[in-house]
């Protein structure tokens, strides 16, 4: 079992930090309404209300309350289960990237996201240079010529003296603002003062970017953004007088969050004529300036904000081939079959390797009609290759299917002021429970899911604050990440926990997932008085992932090979479990 005073925690909540000063930060609204009290606690008086996504500095905690300065500069509290926070990060929580990198192998594989669970979407060259966009324990995921995704970690070189070129360079780009009272500051710095608040839909220029900030121009005046806020236009990137069109002709996009307003004109300025629901798809008819035309009833068309939208091939009902022009593919693998007609249970007519390019006749379901070297034509699954050109990409069905659209959330034990375990070579459990949310968030992140950290740096949260979280948000699935620690330094192995019943089924899914994948000893699924499980209205699961007590599963736990088969272990039990 853990250590008593970390038992205490877990069990009880107790010894919160009365009060505290926070960082110097800034929290954004999660709730769509939100209500401003004069103090710290339901009890107090009422005195305004805050709408989803406006952002306000914070410099006061006291337990599950964050106080904020409102617009009129006048101060009160906010349960801080309706905000997400956002610090100045140190180096060492930064995810987050950007420069330059030189790809060191042949064959590299580029993946739809961080493990190879992912799909294959191209194949690098040893010395392609690459964007590097962020990067976590394991994986890297890049902007490549072949399009964007998660390549290992080391097999990518970096490139520091153009990263340092890259830091300000002008970017020429335009951005609109995708939320409400979006701060522009002086400097880029939460701590630098705001100079103006833009509301959701305004438009800009952007000048320069540097570490997550963006330098823009509006109305006269210059100031910086959060680039997270912005959705931006690349000008450098405007279709050249005679380029063909994007074919859309059965590209249909998914919508990705609830009730999306839908517009005369591509524009926030556009007449709202309807709205469309999270999860359904509608046929694309025309992109233009990051907004996307849909028919969103029969014979019924309007503009929405692209970067709500997840497009996609629209599979013919009737099987019928569709048309594809100006496209080719590339081969993923040696020895992809290439065969006579659209489907794995017609004959093999050819073979072809790694890296083979041929141009795309037509498509038919998941299928492309290509044209082989002597002249003839055969058909290849979609998901063995990467597309260059407008052709629909296809997507693999894979257990990311099943996590997609679902709302997770990762909880890494303990943070700030309390440490959990300690290891017999000094590795603090807050940190390693870090590490390996980090990683299962990116993986649930690339597959569709909605994703939600407790915690995504070295700050407290109390029990009862993440468990509200878990209420407030709906979760379909609450995941506690700890590592284990007892006085008897042979103990080892993995332990799963559960309190109600309904919970039981999630904890044995991950657990004989997870167990399995990182080849640990398996202590079983128990049951567990454990606050974040016992108050818990949502599926949840507590995870022990190993002792630290015990010096050589320190030395495993802690190890880059160990974190991402768990995380890939934790991320396979809960495909097993959605798809029941």
């Avoid at 909540?13 to 939100?34: E, K, M, N, Y």
């Avoid at 990705?256 to 359904?280: H, P, Y």
Wanted: proline fraction near 3%; charged fraction near 25%.
């Amino acid at each position: 079992m853990i250590l008593f005073l970390t038992c205490v925690f877990l069990l009880t909540g107790a010894c919160q930090p009365r009060l505290s000063a926070a960082a110097d930060s800034s929290v954004t609204i999660t709730a769509s309404s939100l209500n401003v009290r004069e103090g710290p606690g339901l009890s107090f008086k009422v005195i305004g209300e805050v709408k989803n996504g406006e952002t306000y500095s914070s410099k006061k905690v006291e337990e599950d309350w964050i106080q904020i300065k409102l617009a009129n500069g006048r101060k009160g509290w906010v349960a801080n289960w309706h905000v997400s926070s956002e610090q100045e990060s140190s180096a060492e929580e930064v995810s987050a990237t950007s420069g330059t990198g030189t790809v060191t192998t042949d064959g590299l594989r580029l993946r739809k996201g961080p493990g190879t669970e992912f799909q294959v979407v191209a194949v690098l060259s040893s010395g392609q240079t690459v964007d590097i966009l962020e990067t976590n324990e394991n994986w890297t995921k890049i902007k490549a010529p072949d399009g964007e995704g998660w390549i290992s970690k080391e097999y990518l070189a970096a490139a520091p003296d153009q990263e340092k070129k890259r830091a300000n360079k002008s970017t020429k780009k335009s951005g609109t603002a995708t939320v409400n009272s979006l701060n522009v500051r002086e400097q880029p710095s939460l701590q630098s003062n705001v100079i103006k608040k833009l509301g959701e839909g305004e438009t800009f220029l952007v000048q320069s970017e540097k570490d997550g900030w963006l330098e823009i121009s509006i109305s006269g005046q210059t100031g910086w953004v959060k680039s997270e806020y912005v959705a931006t236009n690349s000008r450098s990137k405007a279709k050249k007088a005679g380029d063909a069109a994007p074919d859309l002709n059965g590209v249909t996009a998914a919508v990705t969050t609830d009730n999306l307003q839908v517009r005369a004109q591509g524009s926030f300025a556009g007449e709202v004529i309807g709205s469309v629901s999270k999860g359904k798809e509608y046929p694309v008819l025309e992109e233009k300036n990051n907004w996307t035309k849909i028919e969103y009833e029969p014979g019924l068309s309007g503009w929405v904000a692209s970067w709500y939208l997840s497009k996609s091939a629209r599979k013919s009902s009737t099987g019928a081939k569709q048309e594809v022009k100006n496209s080719t593919v590339a081969i993923l693998h040696d020895g992809t079959n290439i065969r006579n007609k659209p489907g794995v249970d017609h004959s093999v007519i050819s073979r072809a390797n790694q890296g083979e390019s041929f141009q795309v006749i037509s498509m038919k379901n998941d299928w492309y009609e290509i044209e082989l070297s002597n002249g003839s034509t055969g058909f290849v699954a979609g998901w063995l290759v990467s597309v260059n050109g407008p052709a629909p990409k296809i997507e693999k069905p894979g257990g990311e299917k099943h996590i997609k659209g679902k709302t997770i959330i990762i909880d890494p034990g303990h943070g700030g002021r309390d440490f959990g375990a300690t290891g017999a070579a000094g590795t603090n459990e807050k940190e390693l429970t870090l590490k390996t949310a980090k990683l299962l968030y990116d993986k649930l992140k690339a597959a569709g899911a909605n994703v939600i950290l407790t915690r995504s740096n070295d700050t407290y949260k109390s029990l009862k604050a993440r468990v509200k979280l878990a209420h407030s948000s709906g979760a379909d699935a609450f995941i506690s990440i700890h590592y284990d620690s007892i006085e008897d330094n042979s103990v080892r192995g993995m332990t799963s926990f559960y309190y109600h019943d309904y919970q039981k089924t999630l904890a044995e899914s991950i657990h004989a997932a997870a167990a399995g994948q990182a080849k640990i000893k398996d202590r079983g699924v128990r049951h567990g008085d454990y606050l974040v499980l016992r108050e818990n209205k949502q599926t949840a699961v507590l995870l022990e992932l190993g002792y630290l007590s015990n010096p050589s599963e320190e030395t495993l736990i802690t190890s880059g090979t160990y974190q991402e088969s768990i995380a890939s272990g934790v991320f396979d039990g809960l495909t097993r479990y959605f798809k029941k």
